[in-house]
């Protein structure tokens, strides 16, 4: 009899950091760690992952122009770091809100491209190219 054992990353923690990029009107979200439901679920409340992924600002701010998702340090996703992913774009698509993704590493951009999400969502090799873009 043998025991499956679950991958684990050790020493990543999963973590999401929404910073302004260089270029105005250019909201960066930077992930670390697996985007996976398991570690989704151990380090976010599920309103702190709602209050993130807000697509609005006040009357008073310009609107942004630009996601872009930084996935540099995302070693691996499952289907609801997909679906997260996929969800914000629909959201950002319906207010003219443009999200890229950048820096993904090789089993994340296989996941893209078996779900075909990389169709409609741009995957650019570094963040310092999607600002650009």
């Given at each position: 009899m043998s025991a499956i054992q679950a991958q684990i990353w050790k020493g990543s923690t999963f973590s999401i950091d929404r910073i302004q990029g260089k270029t105005p009107g250019t909201v960066i979200f930077r992930f670390t760690g697996p985007f996976t439901a398991r570690d989704l679920a151990g380090a976010l409340a599920p309103a702190t992952i709602h209050n993130i992924f807000v697509c609005e600002w006040s009357p008073t701010e310009a609107a942004p122009q630009t996601n872009i998702f930084d996935l540099t340090a995302v070693p691996y996703m499952d289907s609801v770091g997909l679906g997260m992913i996929v969800s914000h774009y629909v959201r950002c698509h319906g207010k003219g809100v443009r999200l890229i993704a950048a820096g993904?590493?090789?089993?994340?951009?296989?996941?893209?491209?078996?779900?075909?999400?990389?169709?409609?969502?741009?995957?650019i090799a570094t963040v310092e190219e999607a600002e650009a873009n």
């Open positions: 993904a590493g090789p089993r994340v951009l296989e996941l893209f491209k078996l779900t075909k999400v990389d169709t409609f969502i741009p995957v």
